[in-house]
């Protein structure tokens, strides 16, 4: 099974992907993710990122590109999920080209909406540990007592100018891929304003009546 995840930051594509991943035995492939470990080791494309990052700004496709490419590649091409890219029309195209030439095409997409307002609610009053990257909200799923409270750190994009950078970035850039996977009949849009319960459930609907499920049943 292959499919990407999509949506405003701040949807919950990270919380979902995980649970995904483990109700599926997925491989989870997310961009932001990865992009931080760069940062965090140092390397020469995490250097570049940063400035991007931190500025809650989409870094240059190109960096993302090498990543993702060749995470699904360690993958095998197979049983993955895409958690945050594609992020622009340009990486999508990239994107379907890499996997038609491995006849590795997507089965799904699932867009997770939710309104501004519930986002900038939740981004701001996220938390994540910094060495295990778990993320907690401070009233719905605050950090459990046995966490050191020096290792729950607020990542630098969840600050309001960060979070309104994203947001308007999300709204140039990465909602047009909305109408680019309608096109393709890979869309699925799922209401991400409620508990992640249900909305793993609205997934799962979705993921058993689709081609996900034959394609799975296929192996
Ligand atoms: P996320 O954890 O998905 O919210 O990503 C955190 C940050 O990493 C984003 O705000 C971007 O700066 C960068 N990023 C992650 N994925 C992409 C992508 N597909 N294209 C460009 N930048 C990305």
Avoid: C
């Avoid at 961009?31 to 240059?60: C, D, H, Q």
């Amino acid at each position: 099974m292959r499919i990407a995840l999509f949506g405003p930051p701040g949807a919950g594509k990270g919380t979902q992907a995980s649970i995904l991943a483990e109700t599926y035995g997925l491989k989870t492939i997310s961009t932001g993710n990865l992009i931080r470990e760069a940062m965090r080791e140092g390397s020469e494309l995490g250097e570049e990122a940063r400035s991007y990052v931190t500025a809650g700004k989409l870094v240059p496709g190109e960096l993302v590109r090498k990543l993702a490419d060749s995470a699904v590649a360690n993958a095998g091409f197979n049983d993955f999920i895409l958690d945050g890219y594609p992020r622009t029309i340009e990486q999508a195209q990239w994107l379907d080209a890499f996997l038609r030439a491995y006849k590795a095409e997507l089965h799904g997409v699932v867009f997770l909406a939710v309104p501004d307002e519930v986002i900038i609610e939740r981004l701001s009053k996220r938390r994540v540990h910094r060495l295990t990257g778990e993320s907690y909200h401070l009233d719905f799923l605050p950090p459990p007592a046995d966490v050191s409270p020096e290792d729950i750190i607020q990542r630098a994009d969840d600050q309001p100018e960060a979070i309104a950078s994203r947001l308007r970035g999300y709204r140039r850039e990465t909602k047009p891929l909305e109408n680019h996977f309608r096109v393709t009949g890979l869309l699925r849009e799922v209401d991400g304003n409620a508990s992640v319960d249900v909305v793993h459930n609205r997934i799962i609907r979705f993921l058993k009546s689709s081609p996900v499920t034959a394609a799975r049943k296929a192996g």
